[in-house]
């Protein structure tokens, strides 16, 4: 998007804002809750080709269904669920699945509404963390969880939800803190007025019944059952996440074990064989 594009939408949203700000505040509800499917590559599509596939239904807070695509690897004792993160799938790790079923774990994973093969073109972390709820009820059987990004948080926000989760590990791999902060921060980009932000944190709690700022990590994990191992792995250069927010709750919750890597990428996290072992490492712990 070029400057002068750029800097004609924000005074189109800053003078819309003063004369019909539900207007501005609509638009930005559909584009912060939009996805953007990204295409199969051919490791994509090989490690699809190798999964026993099915599908379970949910209804996404704007009463529409969707159908959820699920996955299965393998037939090891010891079962792992994997949970992408934001405009991911469960086929982004191509490189991870081979290496958990070559120490003989049983792999799940799913798309998340509007993700991979599951339908919808609009979602949320609250309706991630109702397909985790959902998807875990009929999965007594998964042992360890590990999950990148937005899936981390939900992960943490039903694992904080149990009170005795047979879950025995949870590795959250460069998951927010504090989401609110991805909406403040577009919300600043654009100069997006307090009114306009006003009625869109209304519309939210309105439409999950709660608000988003009660969606962090810090209030996820206040009731984790103890019998859970809760691991961070983050890098220290993340341009998406901040490391700042990171830090400071780790030193508020030090019974969470962390792990920093430096440079690796927000995104390329779930593909860089240094993570990728650290996380193996840790469910060799179990």
């Not at 819309?16 to 559909?30: C, K, Q, S």
């Not at 990148?148 to 948080?153: D, K, N, R």
């Amino acid at each position: 998007m070029s400057n002068l594009k750029l800097q004609l939408i924000k005074t189109s949203l800053t003078f819309g804002a003063l004369f019909t700000p539900h207007r501005v505040m609509n638009y930005f509800w559909d584009k912060m809750f939009t996805t953007r499917k990204r295409s199969l590559k051919p490791p994509h599509t090989q490690i699809l080709d190798t999964a026993k596939k099915g599908r379970f239904e949910t209804t996404l807070f704007n009463n529409k269904p969707a159908t959820i695509q699920t996955y299965s690897w393998g037939t090891g004792k010891q079962t792992i669920l994997l949970l992408h993160g934001w405009e991911s799938k469960a086929a982004d790790y191509y490189k991870f699945i081979p290496l958990l079923l070559q120490q003989g774990y049983k792999v799940l994973s799913l798309d998340f509404p509007a993700h991979g093969n599951s339908d919808q073109i609009q979602t949320s972390l609250p309706e991630f963390i109702k397909v985790v709820r959902q998807y875990m009820q009929v999965h007594p059987e998964i042992e360890a969880i590990v999950a990148h990004s937005l899936g981390g948080t939900a992960a943490a926000t039903w694992l904080g939800e149990q009170t005795n989760a047979k879950v025995k590990q949870l590795i959250m791999v460069g998951s927010p803190i504090i989401p609110k902060n991805f909406f403040e921060g577009a919300f600043n980009f654009f100069g997006v007025r307090h009114k306009v932000r006003t009625l869109f944190y209304a519309k939210a709690r309105s439409t999950f019944g709660k608000g988003i700022e009660d969606f962090a990590l810090a209030n996820a994990l206040t009731t984790t059952n103890k019998a859970t191992q809760v691991h961070g792995v983050y890098d220290i250069k993340d341009q998406v996440v901040s490391i700042d927010e990171v830090k400071i709750y780790a030193n508020q919750n030090p019974a969470i074990h962390m792990q920093y890597f430096d440079g690796v990428g927000h995104h390329q996290m779930i593909k860089h064989p240094e993570v990728l072992q650290a996380c193996l490492d840790i469910l060799a712990q179990a």
